[in-house]
């Protein structure tokens, strides 16, 4: 997916078995890579968007994310579209998705303590290897090597989408042109596929994202905006 994956595992159990579990956790994510990256021709998402593949052929997984990023569409007044930019591209979802997807995996195998980070989309459960609740540090928009917030909690999904790395590549769909307004947008919630589309979906809003992310239920949020203005919900989980 053209990003690092990195896991932490906190529980105490055989080294063996947190090498197997870390093990199943990249090759997941390898298995999603395959399947939908939009870099890969012979990605099943590619051979999909250009005919190569029927729905009626398609994978479950491809199945799932394609309704998925339908219902996300929908809910949010289309400004995630997985057609953005011409072709099928459903990544605003897939990178967030496939994480979560992780973290389930490992919770029901027996490690409730874990941190799985899919370049910068973090899902957390349980507690670090310290013993406290994790904490996630969020990027700064204009200064690489610092922080604009910091999240701590045991059952976090965090993520951002940013201009400053990739710079203006989220569209606005309803003219194709780059979205402007907001340099960063951070969403928190339970399920990290989610909060990464609602992100991507926020950003091409532009500030208008703002007040359409006060607006959806159990998600809270952190936005800075293209003049360096911060907005975050009250209930955001900061730490110090």
């Known amino acids: 997916m053209g990003t690092a994956i990195t896991v932490d595992l906190a529980d105490d159990l055989p080294p063996a078995r947190l090498h197997e579990l870390a093990d199943e956790v990249f090759g997941w994510m390898r298995e999603v890579d395959a ?19 029927l729905l009626s052929e398609a994978s479950a997984d491809l199945r799932f994310v394609l309704e998925a990023c339908a219902d996300l569409w929908g809910a949010t007044d289309g400004f995630f579209d997985a057609y953005a930019t011409g072709r099928l591209d459903p990544s605003g979802f897939v990178k ?6 992780a973290s389930d995996r490992l919770l029901a195998a027996g490690a409730p303590n874990h941190c799985v980070n899919a370049g910068g989309d973090v899902r ?8 406290e609740p994790w904490r996630i540090g969020i990027r700064h928009p204009w200064d690489a090597m610092a922080t604009c917030l910091v999240l701590a ?32 947008v951070t969403v928190v919630g339970s399920d ?3 909060a990464d589309a609602y992100a991507t979906a926020a950003l091409a809003m532009g500030t208008a994202g703002i007040g359409w992310l006060d607006r959806c239920p159990d998600y809270t949020h952190a936005v800075i905006t293209d003049k360096g203005r911060q907005y975050h919900s009250t209930a955001l989980p900061t730490t110090t």
């Open 153 to 184: 909690g045991t059952d976090l999904a965090v993520a951002t989408s940013g201009v400053y790395e990739r710079g203006r590549h989220v569209l606005d769909p309803r003219c194709g042109a780059a979205a402007s307004g907001l340099r960063s």
């Open 35 to 53: 399947r939908f990256s939009t870099y890969r021709d012979d990605s099943e998402v590619c051979r999909f968007d250009r005919g190569e593949v």
């Open 192 to 194: 990290l596929g989610v």
């Open 96 to 101: 967030g998705w496939a994480a979560q997807v």
């Open 124 to 131: 957390v459960r349980g507690f670090s290897p310290a013993g």
